[in-house]
Nanobody
Framework: QVQLVESGGGLGQPGGSLRLSCAAS????????MGWYRQGPGKQRELVGV???????KYADSVRGRFTISRDNAKITVYLQMDSLKPEDAAVYYC??????????WGKGTLVTVSS
């Protein structure tokens, strides 16, 4: 069993910042990548950003330049620094881990609201 626990969601102001964290625990085999997805109201879940073992990153066009993903391998934790928040960033954010066998694991999600 692999558990992913997100934290750091809440209310952010337009133009403001929030930082999400996701800690992984359990029977984790080799990790291929960790990342963040989000699902807004009435929308499909979409990739926000992913970070590989080498530290390489990939971002959705909508967040590139505003969001930064990072990872602490010792703590098996992935972070998402969200700056210059926009109302359209409001969503439930889900942590994701892909192990070395291609298995996907998901957190339960953390709600981000953007409002003044």
């Amino acid at each position: 069993q692999v558990q992913l626990v997100e934290s750091g969601g809440g209310l952010g102001q337009p133009g403001g910042s929030l930082r999400l964290s996701c800690a992984a625990s359990g029977s984790i085999r080799d990790i291929n990548a960790m990342g963040w997805y989000r699902q807004g109201p009435g929308k499909q879940r979409e990739l926000v950003g992913v970070i590989g073992n080498s530290g390489s990153t990939k971002y959705a066009d909508s967040v590139r330049g505003r969001f930064t993903i990072s990872r602490d391998n010792a703590k098996i934790t992935v972070y998402l620094q969200m700056d210059s928040l926009k109302p359209e960033d409001a969503a439930v954010y889900y942590c994701n881990l892909i192990d070395g066998h291609g298995m996907y694991y998901w957190g339960k999600g953390t709600l981000v609201t953007v409002s003044s």
